[in-house]
Each structure stands twice: as structure tokens, then as C-alpha cells.
């Protein structure tokens, strides 16, 4: 059972350089998004949560 198939671009120049940026944005967003659940997840694992109030572990 084949579930995809290709397609081949035959983009023109126009449409290169935009395919060219869009990959770029996309890259771009993707690192930021890494990068901030990288930063909360370092910043969870530091405060446990009890109710409405934030609690130091203790190292």
C-alpha cells in the first residue's frame, strides 16, 4: 500500500527565491520555538507548582 507519492517542482526564478524564504521563515520560527520550550522546560523542572503558590526545589 503506498500511502504518498512525489510531486517535482520545476519552480521559476520568482517562485525559487520564494520557495527560498518561506523555508528560511519556517527555520527560523522552528529554532525560536525549540529555543523557548527548551527554556521553559529548564524553568518548570526548576519551581514545582503547589496551588496558587511557587516553591523552590531544594538542590
Known sequence: MQLTHKI????TPEQAVYFTCACGT???????ALAEWKWQD?????????GSQVRRHSD
Open 26 to 32: 519556517g527555520r527560523c520560527v522552528w529554532n525560536w
Open 42 to 50: 529548564s524553568w518548570c523542572d526548576r519551581f514545582a507548582y503547589c
Open 8 to 11: 517535482a517542482l520545476c519552480p
